[in-house]
């Protein structure tokens, strides 16, 4: 019987994972499925227990359902457990396995497909949310000389500062003034349109300014390229973090740079 496999979020009708996972399966030869289902706001877990019951596999989870997600897993992975968040559901007898590719998932694309090598580089990450949280242990595992934080409320850089520990630091936008070698805008300001208040001088030409969000020009990166850094928006991640996935549930690691090219054309 063909696996199902499906990613839950609300809205979902603009998600590319379908389309992503479709062009896994068939590169690695694979027996499965995989959809996009709206879960409603106040109905996630039932949506999951439903496609369990219908003989779903695996599933991803996005917005807004990663932290209901967490919750909902009856076991967690070790970076999962960190990341306060899940994006990836694996079905089993023993029940819901929670495990976080999107880590693994901008390291992968930072580094294998930007070129952009991160030990002993100094990093800033813009961000104090979920999206920003899920990064840091993978960012911290490639041993950066220096990870900061920062966000529009320095309290809550503060926590997670504190939550890594490593030497994490943390503070304001106004504080934020010194050249960096990579900068990963992990806020939500692109998705309003918005450039979060930063000082022009974290860019160098040396300099990597990331968006994590993908699919069209932010101020963020508009902003960066203005003042010489090297950009690059989150499509690699997307595809990454859904390798990650695709690996965890089938056990082989599809090739990615076809799927990522071929997302860039479309
Ligand atoms: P997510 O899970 O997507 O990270 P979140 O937990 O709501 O969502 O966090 C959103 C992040 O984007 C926060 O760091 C937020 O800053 P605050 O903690 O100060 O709210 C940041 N953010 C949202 N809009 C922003 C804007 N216009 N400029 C700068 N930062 C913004």
Redesign the pocket.
Known sequence: MTDRYAVFGHPIAHSKSPQIHTAFARQTGQDMTYEAILAPLDGFADSIAAFIAAGGCGANVT?PF?EEAFRLASRLSPRAQRAGAVNTLSFDADGILGDNTDGAGLVADLTRNLNCTIVGKRVLL???????RGVIEPLLDQQPAALVIA???VS?AEELAELFGHGVRACG?DAADIPVDLVIN????SL?G?L??LSPRVFTPDTLAYDMMYGRDTPFLDFARTHGARTADGLGMLVEQAAEAFHLWRGVRPDTAPVIAALHTA
């Open positions: 917005v990663k813009l961000g104090a949310g979920g999206a920003a966000n529009r409320t809550r936008f992990a806020t939500a300001a309003a918005d979060p208040p």
